[in-house]
């Protein structure tokens, strides 16, 4: 799939830069080819600044993060995002060390290793089935979820236009974390402050949009999901990974109902402010799949003997059916 350099997109660059004041440092590593078409995520008005002029929302630029998330948006995500920075902290997140984030998803001296593990293995079964092959290089994706960047790290290296999107924009565990990528990149990748259900790019600009193990804290899946579409070009994909699965909806609710009670106890809050996803079903998947008029490829990578006999396990010790990790595709017709 071949990747035109929009005029927009040079237009909204340009206009990035001369708005970005003190960051202009940082912005300037967005450069045009790679920086997308954005619209108002307020108005959805097509913009070629950062201001719109039409309903007067401004998307400040700090450290070369761009802020798409409007002021009340911002208000309804204050208290997850202190509750969610506060439990990654205590868990041990991030590190101050480039190493430590060059290194990722394969080595991590930080966090849950198992959920590293999952991750690293996940990834390499992306590049095997999805980025590697003809026509690879050059290809638009949008990192939903990106949080420290590592996923857009990676495929900038392969040569991809990966643009990051989160809520989180600290230097530990969120957007500002790229800034340890920055020496071994042309430029860093633009990284936008926003959330799945209201992105602030243009229609059928991107060749892949993946979730990446972000799926499940959407609110609203079904717009989340549309959003993703709508960004994706004709022919293009979109992709859930590492977003827990269950046979079974009771399942899911069980492992909700536990890590609540665990984050109260360990760390002083429930982290439910805002009501996530959580969790898919193949029975949540294909009401999906209805809305939107798809149809799911399934890709199963391999995480090993011993995760593969974890199911049968908790059956034997009498335990809630632990979470499966597919990857789910859906192509735009």
């Known amino acids: 799939m071949a990747i035109a350099h929009e005029k927009a997109g ?5 206009s990035l830069r001369r708005e970005a004041g003190n960051d ?9 080819d790679r920086f997308p078409r954005i619209r108002c995520p307020r108005c959805k008005a097509s913009l070629e600044t950062l201001n ?9 630029v700090s450290r070369g993060i761009v802020h798409a998330l409007p002021p009340d ?6 208290r997850f995002i202190a509750d969610y920075e506060h439990i990654r902290k205590a868990e ?7 190493e430590f984030y060059l290194n ?12 590293w593990d999952v991750r690293a293995l996940t990834y390499s079964c992306l590049m095997d089935e999805i980025f590697w092959g003809d026509g690879s290089s050059g290809r638009a994706v949008l990192d939903l979820g990106a949080g420290n960047c590592w996923l857009s790290y990676r495929l900038a290296l392969a040569g991809l236009r990966p643009v990051a999107v989160d809520l989180l924009t ?21 990284r936008f402050q926003a959330e799945l259900a209201c992105l602030p790019f243009e229609d059928d600009q991107f060749d892949v949009v993946i979730f990446n193990a972000s799926f499940h804290y959407a609110e609203d899946p079904s ?11 004709p022919g293009g994909i979109a992709v859930i990974a590492d977003t827990p699965w269950y046979s079974k909806d009771e399942s899911g609710r069980a492992m909700v109902a536990e890590r609540r009670a665990f984050f109260l106890q360990s760390y002083g809050t429930a982290s439910d402010s805002i009501q996530s996803f959580e969790y898919l079903t193949d029975q949540r998947l294909d009401a999906l799949a209805e809305r939107h008029s798809i149809e799911w490829q399934v890709l199963y990578p391999s995480y090993g003997l011993r995760w593969l006999m974890r199911p049968f396990v908790a059956k034997l010790r009498g335990r809630r059916e632990p979470s499966r990790f597919r990857i789910y595709v859906a192509k735009k017709c």
């Open 24 to 32: 202009g440092k940082d912005v300037r590593n967005a450069t045009s």
């Open 170 to 190: 600290n230097d530990f565990d969120g957007l500002g974390a790229a800034c340890h990528f920055e020496k071994q990149l042309p430029g860093l990748f633009p």
């Open 52 to 60: 719109c002029d039409f309903c007067g929302l401004t998307m400040r």
């Open 223 to 233: 717009r989340a999901l549309g959003e993703a579409l709508r960004c994706v070009k």
């Open 104 to 115: 990722l998803p394969f080595r991590n001296i930080s966090g849950p290793k198992q959920q």
């Open 10 to 14: 040079v237009a909204s660059a340009v």
């Open 92 to 98: 041990g997140r991030g590190s101050t060390s480039d």
């Open 73 to 78: 948006r911002v208000s309804h995500f204050a």
